[in-house]
């Protein structure tokens, strides 16, 4: 049996990005959350511009033109990212950081539909079972004791979370609908050319609003060079394979795979830390693998 390519990728992205998560968490130290946040626009563009080069000598194939609708979907999808991450972080200033997740990680189902309604991708009965199983179990996983839904029902912070994680759905589903208006272009040059478009465009917007509202941020992330260019390639690296995976198959399944990164976390955790998880979590993490095998199962 084969497995499809954009398992492993999706894979790897995930990997990728919980290591830039990682670099960019240190940075927002000294830098602030938008300093941070940036840094992997700016510090990324270089190394999606050298990924481009590499592909098209690695295919043999020329530079695609883009079209004006790629242009719209790649601008969609820069701009509806950077409104999801400024509303996430804003509904963690007002709410527990698990409680705000678990709003934002009804992406997938979000994602499934946006899917279904932009792009036409399609929606089988078992792939929306799997994918609802999946996100539930991950909202299980991350709410606690005493920090249960409906207690925010209604609330401002649940608003901002639920509304990040439709922002997010829409940049996934943009970005794929960006690699699908490449033609003729082997997956690898149509993932590649929508990264480069994608990062410049959200490099321009935020240096442009930095320059405007947050000077010493934009100037703080020059002296933080070495940490920043480890988190822009790891963020670089991430994307790449993101958009690999969105050139392959739906959104929804990239998404709903991507769930994995939260048993992964915890298993790392425990390793590391010795951190246990409760009855609780471990449901919810039976949940998510239960719901990804389902969603392999059904493709």
Known sequence: MTIPLWIPATLAAAAAQTARNATQRRLTETLGTVGATQV?????????????????????????????????????????????TALMLAAMRERSFSLVTAYIKTEPLQVAVFGLVV?????????????????SGVVLTSLKPGNLPGAGLGGRPVLLGIVAGAFFALAATSFRGATLAIEPASFLVRATVTLAWG??????????????FNRAALVGSFAQWRSSLLAGFLGALASQFWFIGFALTSAANVRTLALVEVPFAYAVSHATFRQTASGREIAGMGLIVIGVALLLLAQ
Do not use: N, S
């Not at 792009?119 to 996100?135: K, R, S, V």
């Not at 410049?200 to 405007?212: C, K, P, S």
């Open 40 to 84: 992997r626009f700016l510090y990324g563009l270089p190394f999606a511009l050298a990924f481009l080069p590499l592909v098209l000598a690695l295919t043999g194939e020329r530079l695609p033109p883009p079209t004006t609708e790629f242009l719209i979907f790649v601008l969609m999808g820069a701009v509806t990212q950077i409104l999801a």
């Open 119 to 135: 792009l036409g991708d399609p929606l089988t009965p078992a792939m929306a079972a799997a994918i609802a199983i999946a996100t």
């Open 199 to 212: 990062l410049a465009m959200q490099t321009g917007l935020l240096v442009l609003w930095l320059t405007l």
